[in-house]
């Protein structure tokens, strides 16, 4: 018996084997991530087509670990690729930056026009007068799409560094103004 097909054997059950499977988790942990995405913004088509890969690499990874059930370095892989495959699948979707946000900002004093910097920028802007604490305020209301919201977010801040504001994601919208491609000559565009 030659001693070539145990180191090959060995290298594959304790170094490649566990690698795949750390792999396989991360893969499969980010379509899961990306699915549940997709499932909260209701996109219900592919929403199913990305569980089916997420569920059979996970099969196949899963499969793996209860064939070598006495290997620890599985269950490292196993467990890394999870922690893995969740950050990676955060970073995509911040990539993708897929859907809408509402972001609400508060103000006492409007002193460098908000408002307008926002309409000018091509936003859409709402402005509702409220009660706070400290007295009058002005609640602003803008629905952006999440590749937006930095720029949205570096116009309040230019605004008001102290401003508060909050963010919550929008499942849809429907009728508002939001900005094209400023390299049309378009700064802001109706949706019907």
Known sequence: ???LPMIDHDLF??????????????FDVSIGTMRIIFVSRGKKFI?????????FIWLVAISQIMQNLSNIFCY???????????????????????????????LVKDECKLVERLSSSGYGVTVVGAKGVTGDVKIVY???????????????????????????????????????????????????
């Open 142 to 192: 803008t629905i952006v799409r999440r590749k937006d919201k930095d720029n949205v977010i570096s116009i309040i801040n230019q605004c008001n560094s102290n401003a508060f504001y909050s963010i919550e994601d929008a499942r849809a919208a429907d009728h508002g103004v939001f900005p094209l491609n400023k390299a049309n000559g378009v700064i802001g565009m109706l949706i019907k």
């Open 47 to 55: 929403a199913p087509f990305l569980g089916f890969f997420e569920v």
């Open 13 to 26: 059950n304790w170094v490649v084997l566990p690698l795949l499977i750390f792999i396989s988790r991360i």
């Open 1 to 3: 018996m030659s001693i």
């Open 76 to 106: 490292l892989a196993y467990a890394g690729g999870f922690a893995m495959g969740t950050f990676i699948g955060l970073i995509i979707e911040e990539k993708l930056a897929i859907g809408i946000l509402v972001i609400r900002v508060i």
